[in-house]
T-cell receptor, first 117, second 116 residues
Framework: AQKITQTQPGMFVQEKEAVTLDCTYDTSDPSYGLFWYKQPSSGEMIFLIYQGSYDQQNATEGRYSLNFQKARKSANLVISASQLGDSAMYFCAMRGAEGGTASKLTFGTGTRLQVTL | EAGVVQSPRYKIIEKKQPVAFWCNPISGHNTLYWYLQNLGQGPELLIRYENEEAVDDSQLPKDRFSAERLKGVDSTLKIQPAELGDSAVYLC??????????????FGEGSRLTVL
């Protein structure tokens, strides 16, 4: 079974500052993928960044980076230079490598980020 | 390229009434998902289709929920009869299902159901 844990229900950050959203995971699959999605108030889930479990380097996409610590089973999202438009729910998710778990995402409960002036 | 389209965006019904949600995935995406998102929670998979075949419906409450994807393109999710606890957002997603695919899903805006 796969499990994603996000322990921060809500976070505040000032505009232009960096913020880290925590995510820990548990899986018995030897390889897996980790994702972060953003969900604004409109409801659509927007893909942000992906990290494969065997990737040697931490993933980066513009202002988003994923701090992947495999031994700790953590995959924290770092948003640099926060903008007001970053205010949204953020979900960490994972997929497995084999069978049914390879074809679906398991999500955490999310973190609500509020960017302030 | 058009994204995943869902309708209706909002639906309010009384309990015991039926309701249906429609989803049109991204063109060429063979895999289609229906997820349930309760308030303050992450999405949970209800059913996954590979083309027209439901390959994972283990989380679908089959006593009242049904889904179909007859031609392997668009899909309908039905609830009959609806209960108060069914109030949630129903998200549809699709993916290309290619071997090199990282696993990213493409989501629609969801259908928000309120059962009174």
């Amino acid at each position: 079974a796969q499990k994603i844990t996000q322990t921060q229900p809500g976070m505040f950050v000032q505009e232009k500052e960096a913020v880290t959203l925590d995510c820990t995971y548990d899986t018995s699959d030897p390889s897996y993928g980790l994702f972060w999605y953003k969900q604004p108030s409109s409801g659509e889930m927007i893909f942000l960044i992906y990290q494969g479990s065997y990737d040697q380097q931490n993933a980066t996409e513009g202002r988003y980076s994923l701090n992947f610590q495999k031994a700790r089973k953590s995959a924290n999202l770092v948003i640099s230079a926060s903008q007001l438009g970053d205010s949204a729910m953020y979900f960490c998710a994972m997929r497995g490598a084999e069978g049914g778990t390879a074809s679906k995402l398991t999500f955490g409960t999310g973190t609500r980020l509020q960017v302030t002036l | 390229e058009a994204g995943v389209v869902q309708s209706p965006r909002y639906k309010i019904i009384e309990k015991k009434q039926p309701v249906a949600f429609w989803c049109n995935p991204i063109s060429g995406h063979n895999t289609l998902y229906w997820y349930l998102q309760n308030l303050g929670q992450g999405p949970e998979l209800l059913i996954r289709y590979e083309n027209e075949e439901a390959v994972d419906d283990s989380q679908l409450p089959k006593d009242r929920f049904s889904a179909e994807r007859l031609k392997g393109v668009d899909s309908t999710l039905k609830i009959q009869p609806a209960e108060l606890g069914d109030s949630a957002v129903y998200l549809c997603a699709s993916s290309p299902g290619r071997r090199a695919w990282t696993g990213e899903l493409f989501f629609g805006e969801g259908s928000r159901l309120t059962v009174l």
